[in-house]
């Protein structure tokens, strides 16, 4: 089939034949040199350069350390950063292997037809840069700067978010929202008026009990929960997790409530019920916060312990039990809102429950409960004001998902295709450090629309799957090589961190700053760029502060005073919510004004046909999603995933521990890879479990490819949440298949 | 001085973080480690238990690393601390034939390596890499002949184990249970 973008695998004829970086060699340690720079940097570290962290998005500030050759030898926590005290988890710490992949990013690749066929060609800077302005200039002449459309995931989504916003789009996608925690903060949303945020606001340091519900911080390493998480171990605070699965956590825990999967808004009910009709919820709390109550009571009031067993098989003891529990640390208990939320399509809505379990508890704004934090407002380096863009994706999702806050990546991605009215068609991507086909679920969409955009973009620093089907890739250096954008997060005391280069960029490899400015200028918008270098920027901003960047050089991190008041809500408060009705809404009338239910009512899921498996996926401490499958130092501590299936499924199939199978769903997809069989107690009959982020496709990630499944692939039907367009993508099945398929080319 | 290291299971997650500091720190070659991560499973769904233990050479008082080297190379600092002089050691591996453990290594340079303990940092007052980068502060480092180090403070208050006691080697990473 002749298509316009055939899928370039970047290969030998693009890169092999540079010559590798003087500083790619040493790190396969046991060669002489690596021995010699060793016992030189033992002798005493030559520099110490302040970072954030760029591996997952906690952003835990740390410190690179560089030996008198001045290479980058470890990276350590700064003490002083309240996202990682000191201490970085195992992703942050072999950081460094981003930096030392010799499958990195090297030089700006063009697609060209050579004999009919399509290649990347290498290109010098001027020429990738010409190339992407002139498109873009077109397309934004002919079509309006809205038809182009950034997908983006941390710090470089910054710059070029900044560069789309001054051609006059708004049109910017991370695919953290629809993909990720989208349903979760609109459900909070609706009910307290606010989003969760990031990092979450969880005062788990003080709490006397910790509900987890598909939540398993611990292999989810985001470490400043992970490192509360232990204190409330050590402190004996009760831990209760729900999950099909026997977690980390749940092990940690003093009560693990083995639920069958998708029904845990049955759950959540029921021990709303409980409390309510036990008569062992916040009374003060909820008449002086809360609106709704009566209704709630009224709606609860068939949801009981014994009507969700049947739903959960989840003993009705173990529901009271555990609910007096919460009931009895109240309101210094945490049911932890959850990240990756995106599960079953009614996701808003079972994250509403959780809101209103922790309304009733009195849990927001309590200590032990979650706090209110606080984040300082870094100013905007002057530049013109933005112009104001002819429609944005909020045109393009208000009818569909009135409550999205943010835009929905999916959306955009549907907004891309031919058959996309003219007038509201995203003609071009730019994409920026975010790998789609591993990530957005809707595969046939997502392909049709890669090959119906006119002009695709990729910025990243390695040869993820989204490169092989750009127009033009801009290769990053990593986070250790560059600055950034400062990181202010909202946290206890607001803070605000540095990230500066420890190496000059390895390759020909840039900053994302500096590829944005070189476009803006090329686009006739250099007064958006009016600077020389970035640091021209954060020296600006950093003054703005009251600091400098000779002081943020040595400190990392800066903190400063609270201004807002105090953590948690004073005896006896008033307090008005940024809700209709100034309350915590338990009966929302935001998502009654929009025609959804005002209050979550449980409905049941698709269940695995026969010989089929509920395919659930999560994280393992050492990975982050695909973005780490080819880091040599995390791969060499995790360098595929395993399919977790119960002893009494593997007699069934008659497996055995450590055999390769494939799987496939009841449409008929195979995984394109075999992957491992773990035979564990630890998950239901009914259920299998993969990490997320294996199963590369793409050789040149060459220590990733072909490494176990790839979950994404196997996701065949996604449930879309009414409420803000999310991807729900637990409701796929998988079988095994035990003989080898027939082999077939892989393509992402 | 007699070094020890705890290890609280009950806080362990597992994320490895500790394999990762001690690459970094001590220069190990990718594909090889001085520390690593096990888990133990035992019961049945959903009666299950897990124990997670990040393990390493347990600088044993009695130890048969040191007691069969044939050069010297293995030998035994102040504090307890088993230690290899890499220019000593003719690779010979008799030492990783006797451990218990399996805590040693042959390196691709031709020695045999292992953990030390971070020795380059106790001997400068600091403690090793994997206590300080563990997360879950789940690790306690310290001198056993001291009643007030946190070791010794934790071992007199919690329940512990120590690996393969019947080998006899008197083994100094306590474990948490």
Redesign the interface.
């Known amino acids: 089939m002749s298509t316009r973008r055939d899928f370039i695998k970047i290969a030998a004829t693009g890169l092999g034949g540079l010559a590798l970086g003087a500083g790619s060699v040493a790190?396969?340690?046991?060669t002489s040199r690596?021995?010699e720079t060793?016992a030189k940097?033992?002798a005493g570290f030559q520099g110490r350069f302040p970072t954030y962290c760029e591996i997952c998005f906690w952003s835990c500030a740390g410190w690179t350390y560089t030996d008198e050759e001045g290479r980058i030898?470890?990276?350590?926590?700064n003490a002083g950063d309240p996202h990682?005290n000191g201490?970085?988890?195992?992703r942050g710490?072999?950081g460094?292997g981003a930096y030392y992949d010799e499958d990195r990013l090297r030089t700006p690749l063009i697609r060209k037809e050579i004999n009919g066929k399509q290649e990347f060609v290498p290109a010098g800077w001027d020429e990738a840069l010409d190339l992407v302005a002139e498109r873009l200039k077109e397309i934004s002449r002919k079509h309006g700067p809205e038809s182009i459309a950034l997908f983006n995931h941390g710090s470089p989504g910054d710059h070029f978010g900044h560069l789309l916003k001054a051609m006059g789009s708004n049109n910017i996608a991370a695919p953290s929202f629809a993909q990720c925690r989208g349903p979760r903060d609109t459900g909070w949303y609706v009910t307290f008026g606010t989003g969760v945020g990031s990092p979450e606001p969880t005062d788990i340091r003080d709490t006397r009990c910790l509900v987890l519900i598909g939540s398993h911080i611990?292999?989810n390493?985001h470490?400043g929960q992970?490192?509360e998480?232990?204190?409330a171990?050590?402190r004996g605070a009760t831990l209760i997790t729900v999950d099909p699965r026997?977690s980390?956590?749940a092990?940690?825990s003093r009560f693990?409530l083995?639920i069958k999967p998708s029904t845990d808004l049955a759950l959540l009910m029921a021990w709303i019920h409980v409390l309510i009709y036990e008569e062992l919820y916040n009374r003060d709390y909820v008449e002086r916060y809360t609106y709704g109550f009566d209704l709630l009571k009224e709606h609860v009031r068939n949801m009981t312990p014994e009507w969700a067993y049947g739903i959960t098989t989840l003993q009705p003891a173990l529901i009271r039990e555990t609910a007096r529990q919460m009931a009895d640390a109240a309101p210094s208990v945490i049911v932890h809102p959850g990240r990756h939320v995106t599960w079953y399509g009614d996701d808003t809505q079972r994250t509403r429950a959780i809101a209103i379990l922790n309304a009733l508890l009195g849990s927001w704004g309590s200590r032990g409960g979650f706090y209110f934090a606080e984040s300082v407002q870094v100013p905007d380096y002057p530049h013109p004001e933005y112009p104001t863009p002819a429609w944005s994706w909020q045109d393009l999702q208000r009818e569909k998902y009135p409550l999205a806050g943010l835009a929905v990546s999916n959306v955009l991605v549907e907004a891309s295709l031919k058959e996309t009215e003219e007038s509201r068609r995203i003609r071009a991507w730019i994409v920026a450090g975010t790998n789609l086909p591993l990530t957005i679920p809707l595969k046939k969409t997502l392909q049709q629309a890669m090959q119906d955009v006119e002009f695709m973009v990729v910025v990243d620093t390695m040869p993820m799957e989204i490169t092989g089907y750009a127009d033009v890739v801009l290769p990053e250096c990593t986070y250790l090589e560059r600055y950034d954008t400062l990181r202010s997060s909202a946290h206890r005391e607001p803070n605000i961190a540095l990230r500066m280069p420890a190496a000059e960029p390895m390759y020909d490899s840039k900053p994302s700053w500096w590829m944005a400015k070189q476009l803006g200028e090329r686009l006739g918008l250099g007064s958006y760029f009016n600077y020389k270098d970035y640091t021209d920027v954060l020296e600006w901003q950093l003054q703005q502060l009251g600091t400098s960047l000779e002081e943020m050089k040595k400190t990392g991190v800066k903190k400063f005073p609270r201004t807002s008041g105090p953590l948690y809500f004073q005896k006896g408060e008033n307090y008005t919510f940024n809700t209709n009705t100034g309350k915590i809404e338990l009966y929302a009338t935001e998502l009654a004004a929009t025609g959804y239910d005002p209050m979550p009512v449980y409905t049941p899921h698709e269940e695995p046909p026969p010989g089929y498996y509920r395919l659930i996926y999560g994280r393992a401490?050492?990975h982050t999603f695909s973005r780490t499958a080819n880091n040599?130092?995390?791969t060499?501590?995790?360098d595929q995933n395993d399919v977790w299936v119960?002893p009494r499924v593997a007699r069934l199939w008659g497996l055995e521990n450590g055999q390769y199978v494939h799987l496939k769903n009841p449409e008929g997809i195979v995984s394109s890879f075999p992957i491992r069989v773990r035979i564990?107690?630890?998950?239901?009959?009914d259920s299998v479990y993969m990490v997320h982020g294996f199963g590369h496709s793409w050789k040149k990630l060459s220590r990733a490819y072909g490494k176990g499944a790839n979950d994404t692939e196997l996701m065949s039907k996604v449930t879309i949440d009414p409420v803000m367009g999310g991807t729900g993508m637990r409701g796929n099945f998988v079988t095994f298949v035990t003989e080898e398929p027939v082999a077939k080319e892989v393509e992402s | 001085m007699r070094y020890a290291m705890a290890i609280d299971t009950?806080?362990c997650?597992?994320?490895?973080?500790c394999?990762?500091?001690c690459?970094?720190?001590n220069?190990?070659?990718?594909?090889y480690?001085r520390d690593w991560v096990t888990e133990s499973?035992t019961?049945?769904?959903?009666l299950?238990?897990?124990e997670?233990r990040s393990e390493r050479c347990n600088h044993c008082d009695n130890a048969p690393c040191v007691r069969c080297c044939p050069t010297g190379a293995s030998h035994i600092v102040e504090g307890g601390v088993v230690m290899v002089t890499h220019n000593k050691c003719i690779g010979c591996g008799a030492c990783i034939q006797s451990c218990p453990y399996d805590a040693r290594y042959s390196?691709?340079?031709g020695y045999v390596d292992k953990c030390t303990f971070c020795h380059?940092r106790l001997v400068e007052g600091g403690r090793p890499a994997c206590v300080?980068?563990?997360?879950?502060?789940?690790m306690y480092f310290g001198d056993l002949d001291q009643p007030q180090s946190e070791v010794s403070q934790i071992l007199a208050r919690r329940k512990w184990k120590v690996l393969a006691p019947e080998a006899g080697t008197r083994p100094q990473v306590y474990f948490l249970v």
């Not at chain 1, 030898?73 to 926590?77: K, Q, S």
């Not at chain 1, 201490?87 to 195992?90: D, G, I, S, T, V």
């Not at chain 2, 997650?13 to 973080?17: A, K």
């Not at chain 2, 220069?27 to 594909?31: A, H």
């Open positions: 790190w396969f340690r046991g690596w021995a060793a940097a033992a030898t470890r990276i350590t926590g990682c201490r970085l988890c195992p710490t072999g460094v611990g292999e390493m470490n992970v490192q998480m232990a204190d171990i050590d026997f980390t956590a092990s940690k693990w083995p401490p050492m040599p130092n995390l060499d501590l995790m119960n564990t107690e630890r998950i239901r009959w | 009950k806080k997650v597992g994320c490895s973080d394999v990762v500091a690459q970094t720190e220069n190990v070659p990718i594909g480690c499973v019961g049945t769904y959903p299950v238990e897990i997670i390196h691709p340079e380059h300080e980068v563990c997360p879950t502060r789940c």
